[in-house]
Every structure is written in C-alpha cells, then in structure tokens.
Nanobody
C-alpha cells in the first residue's frame, strides 16, 4: 500500500558527515509531517528531527546545530544531513511520515525499515 525506503546509512567517522534519504511510494494523496527517529542498542527509539508540510523543522537537543532535515515534496522524499558526527550518533535510523493514501480519509503514520548508522571515533 505504502512504502518508506531509507538509504544512505553506513559507516562514518567522528567529525564527518552522512546524508540519509527516505522516499515514500504508493497511492499517496498527501504527506503532512515527516521525520527521523533513531534507536541505539539497549535504548528506546527517540526523535531526531521532524519537518511539517510547511517546512517547519524541529530537532532533538542532541543534534541541534549539527543535523539538518529537509524534504522534496515533488519526490515524496525527506532527507537528513548529518554533520559533525559523534560516536553517540550510532543507531538505527528510522524514517516516519504521516500519509493519506487513496481510499482513506485520514493520515496514518508509516515507518521505514531502518538504516544503520555507525560512527567511529
């Protein structure tokens, strides 16, 4: 029905950069909020950044000033530019989007499968 496919994870070095992408595909009517969450081993999933349909961004304090979230509505894609990486950024990163699909009259939250980001010191 609807898929969120992440890409761009992998191994980065402390102080370096990585860029994540997440593309939504399916019978999409509209996408409102999109965002990124992460889950480190032994920890709960936490919010990293969100962006509204009006391009208003919100960031976790731990990534403010280092990460930048953006979206391309023509491509139904959300990006996460991660700069000044730290070892504590190591986690599985999940994409999230609130999507109205054909046949529904309300937005539903969808999740990607996750992409591993590992930052070496």
């Amino acid at each position: 029905q609807l898929q969120l496919v992440e890409s761009g994870g992998g191994l980065g070095q402390a102080g370096g950069s990585l860029r994540l992408s997440c593309a939504a595909s399916g019978r999409i009517v509209s996408i409102s909020a999109m965002g990124w969450y992460r889950q480190a081993p032994g920890k709960q999933r936490e919010l990293v950044a969100t962006i509204t349909s009006g391009n208003r961004a919100n960031y976790a304090d731990s990534v403010k000033g280092r990460f930048d979230i953006s979206r391309d509505d023509a491509k139904n894609t959300v990006y996460l530019q991660m700069n000044s990486l730290k070892p504590e950024d190591t986690a599985v990163y999940y994409c999230n989007a609130d999507v109205v699909v054909y046949g529904q009259f309300y937005a539903k939250a969808y999740w990607g499968q996750g992409t591993q980001v590992t930052v070496s010191s």
